[in-house]
């Protein structure tokens, strides 16, 4: 059996990618902060016939990133897809002397898959298949604070490592969706009564289009026509007016 490691992996998007992973015949490796979410959700995998391994990780440490990476490198049972879908909205400010939040962030959704994918990569490579899905954001094309700026650094490194493996038998793809019904957005403290409905995408429905476009060595996988076309607009548009429409999103959020 295929063997999938999802980080994140038990609430949002990456039980999602769990899920949908499971129903395609992987075996999967969750790794998160809760044993008790984690301990719940892998029962629930495992009453549908799934082998499920548990790795209670905290991803901002970098103890418990050399714990997962050393899992991602064992050859022994190799992993054929990595999901690096860890990550969190950030309530802080790019000017708040107060860097302890900046630091974590850039430490989950930064370093680690960093960290994780070049793990995996080597074993990937040598067997000449293997897919590594980074969770972006099209938040990477606006000017929102560190949120933005890590999804930006996300989704250019994910092109980055997809040139260098070309060739190999081995994808990248970064996943750019936007607004998602999960508990997200609770913990970013982002009022949704403020974001149209016609902007919000469904967990399972974009990992499906996920894994299509994976299936297809896609490096850019962005869900549904709008958030295709708004990304599009997103490029095209003057600097000074993603600017505009940045502020105008930010008042979404709690002060």
């Not at 299936?215 to 003057?238: C, E, I, M, N």
């Amino acid at each position: 059996m295929p063997i999938a490691l999802v980080t994140g992996g038990t609430a949002g998007i990456g039980a999602a990618f769990a899920r949908a992973l499971a129903a395609r015949g992987y075996d999967l490796v969750l790794v998160a902060r809760t044993e008790s979410r984690l301990q719940e959700f892998g029962a629930e995998l495992e009453s549908d016939g799934r082998r499920v391994e548990l790795i209670v990780a905290d991803l901002g440490l970098r103890a418990d990133v050399d714990r997962v990476a050393a899992r991602l490198a064992d050859t022994s049972h190799p992993i054929d897809l990595l999901v690096n879908n860890a990550g969190y909205g950030m309530k802080s400010r790019l000017g708040n002397p107060d860097l302890a939040e900046a630091d974590d962030a850039l430490d989950v959704m930064v370093r680690a898959p960093l960290v994780l994918s070049a793990a995996v990569v080597p074993g990937m490579r040598e067997r000449g298949r293997g897919a590594i899905v980074n969770v972006a954001s099209v938040a990477g094309y606006l000017s929102m604070g560190l949120y933005s700026s890590i999804k930006a650094w996300l989704r250019v490194y994910s092109e980055s490592l997809s040139n260098e493996l070309t060739g190999t038998g081995v994808t990248v793809t970064a996943l750019m969706p936007g607004w998602v019904h999960t508990e997200f957005h609770d913990r970013a403290a982002i009022r949704k009564s403020s974001i149209p409905g016609w902007l919000w995408l469904d967990a399972d429905a974009l990992v499906a289009s996920c894994l299509r476009d994976v299936d297809r060595g896609k490096a850019l996988s962005t869900p549904s026509v709008r958030y295709r076309f708004l990304s599009w607009l997103l490029r095209h548009l003057p600097r000074s007016t993603v600017r505009w429409v940045s502020r105008k999103l930010s008042s979404s959020r709690h002060d």
